[in-house]
């Protein structure tokens, strides 16, 4: 017999990893979906206010959307009836704005309404030689108001004031005279240390308008931008928002393709003359004199609307547009149409929700918009941010990464090239130090001693670097350099010339005895690249092969060699082959003769451009393209047995296109990047586990903390990867990245582990953890707190499930290392069935977890209980009498059952299960171990007013859900007696 009930027992959520899926998939429901608008309710008030569902919710507008409560519904009345504008509330809730028609004269003014009051008191009021036709006004981390007069002033011209209302003093900053600005029509962005940054319409250098900062403290005028109404554009328009990269964007008016304005955005630190830099043209759907200001969300995508935008379609009755940055353009999303719920030209700029939905008003509603794809700052944790530290953010021009893998000393520094940038803007090499983890430039390259260094640096042992320049030097086709340690020298060693070789991309490789080897992508005597070498000491160069001088032999040569320690070299070919798909080679020690290994054929992976790994007698590497869905693999080829292994393909969810190498950790795990794609499109750090053949994310970039990262990764000794990213502050240029928490695995921990355990069950093991002293000269004495975990494979997750904590009190000599001997009892009950190893976790104080695996496993059986059985009942019962029935039951689990367990006991009129009538509930303290069968006797009420009649007596067993049981399809136990009921 079975039953309808489901079954009780709750299986183990499925290894997750940092990306935490199900948080993903309830950010996509609420953001990435289709736009829906929504009208707001509009409040039954004198001032033009609305409110959303919740009804606490408050909002005005006056060219911007405002949020208030309840509560400042009187005041904001009161400031209605003044006709004031440019509302602002401070954070003890006094509001102030400007009143433009309260006078006789209507001279604007300056007004406060003080929290929990309606009395409009006026503060300045503007008489031309102060200002006329005050705008948007702002507060000071001080209290200071700051506004802009679009006129008046010394020249007529406008002016920037300031007001305090602690003293009750005001001051004119700044009158404007034409050259410094003029008619500054927006409003002011104060920073979080207080400057303030603003714009003009007109004026300056080529009279279209100027960006310019007053300086906390000193209230300092200065000229930031100039625009020239040609590269960047004209007549600047609507606020200066801050983006979440800590640059300032904005709009102008012409400029751009066409010519009908841009979004740009600069970095109000750099050195003046700042350059802003265009991230978007204005289409002729978009364009509108008048677009109000921008609103920017956590990763850089902007929202905003114009007021008479749109197509014939609506009437340019308006239109909102984004630029996303995945999509790299301005695109309109949403027409504005007369007569409808939502009504016609968007006047005023977007707040924010708490929900990260964006609330609007047009000329006949307020509305709020859903399904934007806006993220919100919360969101971060969810997209992957939470772990990825960011080392140095390379600020175009100065600086643009491209694939430029790090190099690190002993002390810690990193040091790397980036492609453009610098002095020349051809490419620098730079350090990023490790105790400020601030960058600096080494050197600049000229052209003469190269540009476009793009494969990174690598140090001798003396600290001297050495690169390669994909272009410049004597003959334009790309150098060797050298930097001596301590200086910023570029010394050229090698001028590529067509015929040694041109176009050097990757990086040099340096053997035990300081000889260097690296590859050029093209050139050579078959004009198809060249693997080369600089001898110890002298760097006399020579080259050992050309690309393709064997049948089918690798052709462009973008990936460097390695040298395993008989000297050979061994590389990858992105080019060449029978299928051209690329290749792997080899180059002898001593002979120099090239042979293929291996040829990609697209199935097997296509277009390798990483750096090869050499581990015990494999290569391990990646392809950009190919595999399955033609998205690059990991693969692992056999030198002694000439077999290659795809250990892992991408889809696009985990990633697409991996350019770098992969690390591999003592455990066997690999780790890498992908240029592209994941969860957020902007490419991932991956993780393939031992033996798992799937690439799992750890980072999906989200733009903020990075985007295409292109280079191989490295680690420190407490296991944090470094790497950097092409770009990632919305220009292009790039930034170097710290992941914590990674879980890369140093060693193996011996263990004693039982072969098969029962979850939940007594499991005996002992294992022991090695924790070295990472310092040679002083002894570590600190408190470390380690935790076992039991993973599914060798590889560290957050939700791999705990199966002990404890802290230890260490002291270990200068190099030394600790034995730390721990035991476990059991495995934790919620595993499901399955190979379990052991993840250990040492953490000192204030310290980074040191991450080791187990060399044994345990093959866990998910632990179970199920009740089963028959049931007899007797011939005969009486109404409003005891009877009995007998239960023979077992228990079919594997772990013992010892619970008080509700039997429920009905009777089934003529064997009529569908027409079961309730006798009485019974509860019966239940203990079986697993295997066992026990016969129960349960005594019941038959109830007075049961039917005479035969029935069939139905046990129902576990009707409360004391046991969590595997299935319950054998709970309902029909005794095979036809009993009478008299």
Not at 515 to 526: D, E, P, R
Not at 589 to 611: H, K
């Amino acid at each position: 017999m079975s039953s309808a009930r489901s079954v009780k027992r709750s299986s183990q959520t499925h290894r997750s990893n940092h990306l935490k899926t199900a948080a993903i998939e309830a950010l996509e429901g609420r953001r990435l979906m289709t736009l829906i608008f929504e009208p707001l309710s509009a409040l039954q008030s004198t001032a033009d206010l609305f409110t959303d569902s919740t009804g606490t919710r408050v909002y005005a507008h006056d060219g911007r959307v405002l949020r208030f409560n309840t509560s400042d519904i009187p005041a904001l009345e009161a400031a209605d009836a003044a006709s004031a504008d440019f509302l602002l509330q401070d954070a003890a809730g006094n509001l102030y704005g400007i009143d433009n028609e309260a006078t006789p004269t209507a001279q604007e003014r300056l007004f406060v309404i003080s929290a929990g009051s309606t009395a409009v008191t006026p503060l300045v009021t503007f008489d031309g030689t102060n200002g006329t036709f005050p705008e948007d006004i702002a507060i000071a981390p001080n209290g200071a108001i700051y506004g802009t007069t679009r006129s008046g002033g010394t020249n007529d011209k406008g002016t920037v004031y300031k007001f305090d209302p602690a003293t009750n003093t005001f001051t004119t900053l700044v009158h404007f005279d034409g050259t410094n600005g003029e008619t500054p029509q927006s409003g002011l962005y104060v920073d979080t240390e207080g400057n303030l940054f603003g714009t003009t319409r007109d004026g300056g250098q080529f009279n279209a308008g100027t960006i310019f900062k007053i300086t906390k403290g000193t209230d300092a005028f200065s000229t930031l931008v100039t625009f020239d109404d040609v590269d960047v554009g004209g007549f600047p328009r609507g606020d200066l928002v801050p983006g979440p990269d800590g640059r300032l964007y904005g709009t102008t008016r012409t400029g751009g393709v066409g010519n009908l304005g841009t979004i740009f955005t600069f970095n109000p630190n750099d050195e003046l003359p700042i350059v802003p830099f265009t991230l978007a043209s204005f289409t002729p759907d978009t364009a509108d004199a008048n677009i109000k200001a921008l609103t920017i969300d956590a990763v850089g995508n902007v929202f905003g609307v114009a007021e008479e935008g749109g197509t014939s379609e609506n009437n340019s009755n308006g239109s909102m547009f984004t630029y996303m940055q995945a999509v790299g353009e301005i695109q309109q999303v949403n027409l504005f149409f007369p007569n409808t719920p939502i009504g016609q030209d968007p006047i005023a700029a977007f707040h924010v929700d708490e929900e990260g939905n964006l609330i609007g008003v047009t000329e006949d509603s307020g509305f709020k918009v859903t399904g934007t794809g806006f993220i919100t700052a919360a969101d971060l944790a969810v997209l992957g941010d939470s772990n990825v530290v960011n080392l140095g953010t390379f600020s175009a021009p100065d600086f643009v990464t491209q694939g430029a893998n790090l190099s690190r000393d002993a002390a810690g520094n990193f040091y790397g090239t980036t492609i453009f940038g610098g002095a020349n803007n051809l490419g620098t090499v730079y350090k990023i130090d490790a105790a400020t983890n601030t960058s600096s430039i080494i050197a600049s390259f000229d052209g003469a001693n190269g540009r476009g260094p793009a494969g990174g640096v690598i140090l001798d042992a003396a600290g001297n670097l050495y690169g390669t320049t994909r272009n410049g030097g004597t003959n334009d086709a790309g150098t060797v350099f050298m930097i001596a340690a301590g200086t910023s020298t570029i010394t050229t060693l090698v001028n590529f010339n067509t015929v040694n070789g041109r176009e050097p991309f990757a990086a040099l490789t340096l053997d035990a005895a300081g000889n260097l080897y690296g590859t050029a992508a093209a050139g050579g005597a078959n004009s198809k690249g060249v693997i080369f070498k600089l001898d110890a000491g002298t760097h006399a160069f020579s080259v050992l092969a050309d690309g393709d001088q064997i049948t089918n032999g690798p052709e462009g040569l973008q990936g460097g060699v390695i040298v395993d320690a008989a000297g050979n070299l061994y590389g990858t070919s992105n080019a060449g082959g029978l299928s051209n798909e690329g290749t792997l080679y080899k180059v002898e020690a001593g002979t120099n003769a090239l042979s293929v290994l291996l040829e990609f054929d697209g199935q097997n992976g296509s277009l390798p451009d990483g750096e090869l790994l050499l581990d015990a007698g494999n290569l391990y590497g990646t392809t950009s393209n190919g595999g399955p869905t033609d998205n690059g693999t990991v693969f692992r080829y056999s030198i002694a047995n000439d077999t290659l292994t795809t250990l892992a393909s991408f889809d696009s969810t985990n990633g697409r296109v991996p350019l770098g190498g992969v690390l591999l950790d003592a455990a066997g795990n690999l780790y890498g990047t992908t240029v592209t794609d994941g969860p957020n499109g902007r490419g991932t750090i991956f993780r393939v586990a031992a033996g798992s053949n799937q690439a799992v994310n750890l980072v999906a970039f989200n733009q903020i903390n990075g985007e295409s990262p292109e280079g191989s990764l490295l680690v420190d000794a407490g296991g944090n990867l470094f790497g950097t990213t092409r770009r990632g502050n919305n220009l292009g240029s790039g930034r170097v990245f710290k992941v914590t928490d990674t879980g890369f695995v140093f060693g193996k921990s011996t263990a004693t582990l039982p072969t098969t355990a029962i979850a939940g069950q007594a499991a005996k093991g002992k294992i022991t953890v090695d924790f070295p002293n990472p310092s040679a000269t002083a002894t570590f004495s600190d408190t470390v707190t380690i935790k076992l975990l039991a993973s599914s494979d060798t590889a560290f997750d957050p939700s791999d499930a705990e199966v002990l904590t404890v802290t230890k009190k260490l002291k270990i000599k200068p190099g030394a290392t600790a034995a730390i001997k721990l035991a476990t009892k059991s495995f934790p009950a919620s595993l499901d069935s399955g190979a379990y190893f052991l993840i250990a976790r040492v953490t000192p104080t204030g310290g980074t977890a040191r991450t080791t695996v187990t060399d044994a496993f345990t093959t866990i059986t998910a632990a179970t209980q199920n009740l089963a059985g028959t049931a007899l009942a007797p011939a005969t019962l009486k109404a409003g009498k005891k009877g009995k029935i007998t239960l023979t039951l077992t228990n079919g689990g594997n772990v013992a059952i010892s619970s008080a367990v509700a039997i429920t006991i009905t009777g089934a009129p003529n064997g009529n299960l569908l027409a079961r009538e309730a006798i009485d509930t019974v509860t019966k303290k239940i203990a079986l171990k697993a295997g066992q069968t026990k016969k129960f006797t349960l005594s019941y009420l038959v109830p007075a007013n049961l039917a005479a009649g035969q029935y069939s007596i139905v046990a129902d067993l576990d009707t409360a859900g004391a046991i969590a049981e595997t299935s319950e399809t054998d709970n309902l136990l029909d005794s095979p007696v036809v009993t009478t009921v008299s």
